[in-house]
């Protein structure tokens, strides 16, 4: 039987995995897109976005950053935000080679006008539909551009 850290420790493995299948964009050229699909993706529009940073505090603490201003947004204890953690460590391991390592460009979040949430590389070109994961986890990201707007 696994201990509580046991089932911890599978869980976000489980998560790594389907945050890595995930992924909408990839290092290959774009597949062909019909012209129904281009229409649709047309109408709808960016509401509102976010540059992001994040840095390691002592004692496992996570700060998520205005990536603009540097004002901080949220800070996460180390039993909190595993979704986030999670998305934001995959995000950091997917830059693979040494120019994507030192791109200091933020992430950026991004709330559509249907609703949906992205989280994008700019250094790779990896994009993340937060929504395919829950509205939950989705939400743990809209708080942020929230706390940003509210600023």
Do not use: C, H
Not at 29 to 50: C, F, K, M, R, Y
Not at 94 to 117: C, I
Request: hydrophobic share 40%; charged share 20%; net charge negative.
């Amino acid at each position: 039987m696994l201990s509580g850290l046991g089932v911890l420790v599978v869980a976000l493995g489980a998560g790594v995995y389907y945050l890595g299948a995930s992924a909408t964009a990839t290092r290959s050229a774009p597949a062909q897109i019909d012209a129904a699909t281009q229409s649709e993706a047309a109408q709808v529009t960016a509401v509102q976005t976010l540059d992001l940073r994040t840095e390691d505090r002592p004692g496992g603490y996570l700060a998520v950053l205005n990536g603009a201003n540097g004002q901080v947004l949220q800070v996460l204890s180390p039993s909190e935000g595993g979704f986030m953690r999670t998305v934001i460590r995959i995000i950091a391991l997917d830059r693979r080679t040494e120019a994507e390592k030192n791109d200091p460009s933020p992430l950026r979040l991004t709330r559509w006008s249907n609703g949906s949430l992205t989280l994008e590389d700019p250094a790779t070109g990896l994009r993340y539909e937060l929504n395919a994961f829950g509205s939950t986890n989705a939400a743990a990201f809209g708080r942020l551009l929230d706390a940003a707007r509210d600023s």
